[in-house]
Every structure is written in structure tokens, then in C-alpha cells.
């Protein structure tokens, strides 16, 4: 574990409805070496948001003003919704600037999905798609697995992941660039400035508590608004939380997951544990990858993605 790190919060969405999580999450941090700045945007509450849009957006434009130095790790304290509503407000040029000479890395997953891909799209600039103050470090429990493959991410600068998949056929192997996130978050941004326009990727979807039709839907506007064209295949997190209804007749995620890899066509790999759940892996966001499969087994492999040591770049 990389030791005495400067990490500062950020709540560009929902505000922290758990302060005792918040509580515990900050002293974890702290009594494993790291100074934790940014406390003041736990408490604060406008409506279902973590503040106004302008202050929720100055927290991120702080990143790229040079009076203030920029932190090792900038980490969302929770997801929710509302990032969308800051993207206008980001001072880009700042912000690229400001990465490009610096190694902060910027983690978080669920709506700061929206804030990762408007970096990427708009300053070139990755992150990590990994744990967050509130549900992972502020558990009852901290789980081990989320904690240690965190922050052996985070050190880099390459990364390897096993899981087992359950994908038949031929052998597989994909090189591409991984990015994605929350699906919701994701279709927000289709047809916007925002949405990276990555080519050849390897796109990784996850979501928590929406029913099975609205994920097959989601997908679907992927895929017609011309996403789904430039990416390789398909990771596949949790997409929990569904309830199926009387009316739909035994119709369930398995159903709309098979329905929707008939539709497009791409590789769709089941089984990779991130985003919303207890244990999670840390992905890169932005940076070049290696996709291996091979009976019912995958390896995805990351080299030179943005980590503590990097000065420029992704």
C-alpha cells in the first residue's frame, strides 16, 4: 500500500446519507497513513445533491486551479445522480492542464461515470473505476478484497484479472481500450459531447436496482445511437436488484442479456466483479488493455494506465 498519500473528496452527486460511514471511511483512510482534505462536502445537503451545482462543480475545477496543489487521489464520496449537471460548468482546459502535469488519479464509479468519460472525452484524461468513500471504505465490515485490489491498482502501473466467464466457442483475444461504467450514466451522455469516442474498445457495463427490460433497453440505445459499433465486447458487472413481475412471465435479466447479444453481436462476458457490490475489482478507465478468453476462463490485462507515478498522459 502506497504510504502518506494526499486524497481528497469530492461529492459531484448525491450527498452522504450515512456520516457514520462517512466517519468510519475517513479514519480507515487516515490510520493507514493518507491526509484525507475535503471533509466539508460530507455534510453538505441541497435537495437529493451533495450541494448547488456551482459548488459541487468548484469542487472539481479546484483540481485545476494551480493555487491549490493537486491531491494524489481524488475519490467521489457516493454516487447517486447529478454529476450530469455540472459537465457545463468543468473548466477543461484547466483540468488538462493541470493532469498533464501532475499524477493525481481520479476513482469513483456509478454516476461519476459521467465526470470520467467527460475527462476522457474532453481532456484526454483516464481514471480508475474503483471503490468510493461511503459504501466501500465506510462499511460495517471492510471487505479485503476491494480494500487490497485498490490500492495495488492504484500503485500500477500494470494489472492483471482472472474470473471465470461461462463464455463458450472459440478461443478469444482483444486488444482495445477499457472504459465504460454505470450503464444508466452511460446513455446519459449518448450523443453528447462528453461520450468518448473510443474505437475498438472494450467496454464494461455495470448497474444496481433496475429492472430487467430497462436494462435491455439501456443497452438497446448503446447500441442505436452507434456506441456499440466501435467496441470489441463486452464486460458485464453486477446488474442487480431486479424484481420480476407477474407480467413478465418469467422474463429476467438472463433473458434480456441473451435477447440483447443476439441483437448486437459483440462477445458478452458475465462474471467480472465491479462497480455496485461488496467485493470489487479496480479497472482502468481510458488506458489500453488486453482481453484473453479461453474455456470458460478470462484474463484482462491493463499495462501504463493512470496510477501514482504517472506525470502525463492517460
Known amino acids: 500500500m502506497p504510504k502518506r498519500l494526499d486524497i481528497r473528496l469530492l461529492a459531484p452527486s448525491g450527498y ?52 491549490h496543489p493537486l491531491p494524489d487521489v481524488a475519490m467521489a464520496i457516493c454516487g447517486g445522480y447529478g454529476a450530469i ?57 471492510l471487505r479485503e478484497t476491494t480494500w487490497r485490489e485498490f490500492w495495488r491498482a492504484l500503485e500500477g502501473p500494470a494489472m492483471d484479472v482472472g474470473w471465470s466467464c461461462c463464455e463458450g466457442g472459440a478461443p478469444l483475444r482483444l486488444e482495445g481500450t477499457l472504459w465504460g461504467g454505470n450503464l444508466s450514466a452511460l446513455c446519459s451522455l449518448v450523443g453528447t459531447p462528453y461520450m468518448p469516442l473510443v474505437e475498438g474498445g472494450i467496454l464494461y457495463i455495470e448497474e444496481t436496482g433496475e429492472q ?43 433473458h434480456a442479456l441473451e435477447r440483447f447479444g443476439q441483437a448486437c453481436g459483440l462477445p458478452m462476458l458475465r462474471g467480472l466483479a465491479f462497480g455496485h457490490g461488496p467485493d470489487k475489482w479496480t479497472l482502468p478507465f481510458g488506458a489500453k488493455g488486453v482481453l484473453e478468453v479461453s474455456n470458460g476462463n478470462a484474463v484482462l490485462s491493463a499495462r501504463d494506465y493512470r496510477h501514482l507515478v504517472m506525470t502525463a498522459g492517460v
Open 212 to 254: 430487467a427490460y430497462r436494462i435491455e433497453r439501456m443497452l438497446y440505445e448503446l447500441l442505436h445511437g452507434g456506441v456499440l459499433k466501435n467496441q470489441q465486447a463486452i464486460l458485464l458487472g453486477g446488474l442487480g436488484g431486479q424484481r420480476v413481475s407477474e407480467y413478465d412471465n418469467g422474463y429476467d435479466i438472463d
Open 16 to 67: 452522504a446519507e450515512d456520516r457514520a460511514a462517512c466517519q468510519r471511511a475517513i479514519e480507515r483512510l487516515q490510520a493507514a497513513g493518507h491526509t484525507v482534505h475535503g471533509g466539508n462536502v460530507v455534510d453538505r445537503v441541497a435537495l437529493r445533491f451533495a450541494g448547488s451545482d456551482a459548488e459541487r462543480a468548484d469542487d472539481i475545477n479546484r483540481l485545476a486551479d494551480p493555487d
Open 85 to 141: 449537471a455540472l459537465l457545463d460548468r468543468l473548466d477543461y482546459e484547466g483540468l488538462k492542464a493541470r493532469f498533464a502535469d501532475g499524477r493525481c488519479v481520479l476513482v469513483g464509479h456509478g454516476d461519476f461515470t459521467v465526470i470520467q468519460c467527460a475527462m476522457l472525452a474532453r481532456c484526454g484524461v483516464g481514471s480508475l473505476h474503483g471503490p468510493m468513500l461511503v459504501q466501500d471504505f465506510g462499511g460495517g465490515y
